[in-house]
């Protein structure tokens, strides 16, 4: 299988954890565009759905599906949601599609997140996928020194601006050891909107798609 097929069994796979009646959060990229693709046959029985990009939300809508204001919703049941690596512990980065601190906020109310990955995006060390920062774009270059003196490489992601009106740093050169302690201290940087470590909130269930089909980890 290439990579490709995998992403689409993956994001079919994801759907046995969609309930009737759910309100669901939705993450963003191309693998979860396979599982937003794999949820026609139901959308009518879904109540409705959390989007954590205007891409998904286009794409949710299309098939029918509500999309609800997060500030409308006290819980979702589950949120489905790619990564670009992932640990033994489930920790994260993700962001590879900029659209990280809305995916952080939507799966902070999800009580189950349910990470839907190909076999890549299995590492033994996060850092090798360049961080992505969300950064109020002011601070950018403010930002940018502190990360250094972090000992990390950051570069500005030319012509990007998230949903939220800002910019993006991606942080080259991080071997990330303690993935906990660098979300923190990535967090107390002023200007920081977001970091794409998910740690602190890692997944809780990794479907993962090799040669051999999708397993659940
Ligand atoms: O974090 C993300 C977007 O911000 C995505 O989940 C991540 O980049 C994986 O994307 P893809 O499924 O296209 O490989």
Partial sequence: MDQNQKKKAVGEAAV??????????VGTGSTVNYFIDALAPIAHEIKGAVSSS?????KLK????EVYSL????????????????NADKAM????GAALT??????????????????????????????????????????????????????????????NGNVILD???LRIDAPMHLETQLNQIVGVVTNGLFAHRGAD????????GVKEI
């Fill in 16 to 25: 046995k954890f969609v309930k009737p009646g759910d309100i669901i959060g």
């Fill in 54 to 58: 205007e891409a998904s939300t286009e």
């Fill in 62 to 65: 299309a098939l029918g599906i």
């Fill in 71 to 86: 500030n409308d919703v006290d819980s979702l049941d589950v949120y489905v949601d790619g990564a670009d690596e992932i």
């Fill in 93 to 96: 980065i993700k962001g590879g």
């Fill in 102 to 163: 809305r995916e952080k906020i939507v799966s902070a109310v999800a009580k189950k997140f349910v990470c839907i990955i190909d076999d890549s995006k299995m590492v033994d060390t996060l850092g090798e996928f360049p961080l992505p920062v969300e950064v109020i774009p002011m601070a950018r270059s403010y930002v940018a020194r502190e990360i250094v003196s972090l000992g990390g490489d950051p570069v500005y992601r030319q012509g990007v601006v998230t949903d």
């Fill in 171 to 173: 942080v080259h050169n």
């Fill in 205 to 212: 269930i990794v479907l993962v798609a090799d040669n051999n």
